[in-house]
């Protein structure tokens, strides 16, 4: 039986890929993948056959990767961040039965919230909640649903895709979601670029977030009603009781 | 200015671990963990000076890390999984007002839902939320709200901590609050030991999971309402428009 690997590469640097992920990439033939993501990929594993297909064209891309495992190719499908995370990984399986020949393996990776949050400090702390506002698969009754609750739940909030050409208020109007049930002073941040070249981090309230401009290499988290700024980081505490455990040192 | 490391190592096995979090390891003086998490690690690097303290002692775990630091020594406290998703990452930050000479670096890893959701399939491939089943440090009645907030939201979820010794009837009771708005047929999974000796997966469904019983190395997802079996792993496909967009191919 062919083996087919998908793997999440992590954020973009070599060095938040794990050590697995790389070992994939360095011994496959071919290495099928995103037009930006791939390009980061030759900068490291310049030697390699890359295959590539422009956004939104993911079935071709699956389909490609499982074409090269068919003719005998040892092949691996690169998602940025995580495979399972808002990736490649659910499609491959749902396409699978076309290639009853061929196993998946699904090799995880540091996907954007937990990329993003190192560089923000500990904004996922404790229970939290992870939303694409991309309205391209999910009907944005179905996005608006999940923010309300999820901020009635005190989630902290990792959103993904916060913007695009097209959509450059949906953040805002995601912010005014979240803000029916969490204080506008609640602690957020942004970050863009996590771990590659022009990285920034801003920490700032729920309230100034909504008038922000976010663009698709942007990250987003709010805090819980526990999330502090400590030292210019997002912290959120471990648990509701660490204030006290702590206090007591 | 000194600098201290918090490293995530993924789920155990080394080759899940990041390219950087192996390389501070493998370069700082000492290495400060949870005896268990640094157990793991003198099998792959066995020259290094180890200081371990035992399960709970987390605040003191951190402020043996921040000694190292102030001594001059190169130090890392390293966090099963990831450095920030319910990990040291916080509370080392809450602490550092103690030790205003020592910068922090946060280093992400593999958390248990990516690992484990590797093993099942692609469980988290829709938003997601993660809820801690522990009440050490959370009062139940907040767990019990986020876990019927986020099935009403349909969310696929990953549960951490969903048993212990002295909370054994815990999943059970997860299960029935989520029950409340999700059908008993909701594809769930359970991972054991996800990258380490003993790995084991199960994929069953809701009612069927409120009778297991979980431990301590266990990880439990909870599919959405879309969320399928397809050749005994657990999908959940990336949007809800997904299924017309396969179907024209």
């Known amino acids: 039986m062919n083996k087919i690997y998908v793997a999440g590469i992590g954020p973009g640097a070599y060095e938040q890929m794990t050590v697995k992920a790389a ?22 594993f310049p030697e390699k056959e890359y295959l590539t297909t422009p956004m939104r064209q993911e079935t071709e891309r699956c389909r490609m990767a499982f074409e090269e495992a068919k003719k005998g190719k040892s092949a691996v499908l690169v998602c940025s961040g995580d495979a399972g995370i808002y990736g490649m990984a659910g499609l491959m399986f749902e ?73 450059n208020d949906y953040l805002g109007k995601a912010c005014e979601v979240i803000g029916r ?29 909504k008038d922000m401009q976010a663009d698709m ?20 505490p471990r648990g509701y009781r660490i204030k006290e455990l702590t206090e007591n040192i």
């Open 181 to 209: 049930a969490k204080s506008p002073d609640t602690i957020c941040g942004i970050v863009r670029n996590i771990a590659r070249n022009g990285e920034t981090m801003e920490v700032l309230t729920l309230d100034e977030l």
């Open 95 to 167: 396409l699978s039965k076309d290639y009853p020949q061929i196993e998946i393996e699904v090799i995880p990776g540091v996907t954007a919230a937990l990329g993003g949050a190192a560089v923000l400090g500990a904004p996922l702390g404790h229970d939290c909640a992870f939303i694409s506002l991309s309205d391209l698969m999910t009907p944005w009754a179905v996005i608006e649903k999940r923010l309300l609750l999820a901020a009635e739940a005190d989630f902290a909030i990792c959103l993904y895709n916060p913007s695009s050409r097209k959509r």
């Open 217 to 236: 290499f942007s990250t987003v988290f709010v805090g819980n009603s526990d999330t502090k700024l400590i030292d210019g980081k997002m912290v959120t």
């Open 23 to 44: 070992e994939v990439i360095k011994s496959c033939d071919v290495i099928v993948g995103y037009t930006v993501y791939v390009d980061l990929l030759k900068e490291y």
